[in-house]
């Protein structure tokens, strides 16, 4: 056995996409995507099949038919019968699955240290309560948040991109802008505190990308027994929404996330490939110019993960950390 299928199953797979295309990891067996990479030889495919719970998902973004349960997956491949499951899964195993089940998250190698010296910088900490609603005195509980631009670079030996403008763009951050440390340390997004000044974000990006092929995201942690997923545009929305609980939610939520701008269904196939294995609760903090059809084609596409699904917009007109905020509800 290995996980919740039978040799046979590793076996086939094999055989249909060839050995050296088979991979198995500690909680996936990865292969090509029948719907959108075989027969295309490639150096590494998407398609994770998940050993704990019968389902699997491709990572490839334009992928819209390679998600589902797994009887769909035997169908295709192996031209049989969904109810021929029991040929390649442990039926008595799959009683005792529970849907709900999450992953322990993976651990990343590079541990960035930030240390620096916040009452350096008074300006910084007088915008930061600000934006947090003058809820904080202190912000040792905000997560990877950077103060000091130049000694978090020097300290964690990160070459800022070469280039003219490069001590101008470091003096820049420095004088001007907080960061935040992103979930995967593969950027710093950074936030300028002058309302009145033009460049107001900048993402620093500091990861290998080549190991990093999905999109990164800013991440608070919840109640680590919760099913639920939080999912707002910005960093400030979500920790707006933790501290004040605009929407009065009684799901217990697992962890609050920054989308950073990028695209919705990468941000849930990031997750759901670090994170989760089977069906959640997702609850969207949308920005306002996206319409509620955009969510229900995203429900319909991906109902096989879904427990629910709730939408809330800000009908005042800002986002989730602009006040006032008056909720508006719709569960998709």
Known sequence: MIGIYKEEFIERLKDVFGEENVKITSSNIICPCPYCEYPQKRSHYHLYISLEVPIFNCFRKDCKDGHGFIGKFIKKVFSLNKKEIGKFVDEDK???????????????DKNYIIDDDKD???????????RLGFIKNDFNDIKGLIFDFKHFLRRNNISFPKGNKRNHMINFLQDKFIGFLTEHKTMIVCRNIDSFDDFRYYKLFIGNKKTNSFPDYYKIDG????????????????????????????????????????????????????????????????????PIEYYKKF????????NSMDVYYNTSGGDFAEMPVIVNKFKI
């Open 299 to 306: 429900k319909k596409e991906r109902s096989y993960l879904l």
């Open 120 to 130: 350096r910088f008074p300006y910084k900490k007088i915008y930061l309560k600000k």
């Open 223 to 290: 109640n680590l027994n919760g099913t639920g997923i939080l999912i707002g545009e910005g960093i400030f929305d979500i920790y707006a929404q933790k501290y004040f609980d605009f929407i009065k939610t009684d799901k217990k939520i697992f962890g609050y996330y920054s989308a950073l701008s990028q695209n919705f269904y990468g941000i849930i196939n990031s997750i759901l490939l670090y994170e989760y294995v089977g069906k959640f609760d997702l609850i969207v903090l949308s920005d306002s110019n996206i």
């Open 94 to 108: 799959l009683k005792y699955i529970h849907t709900d089940k999450i992953l322990t998250k993976k651990e990343y």
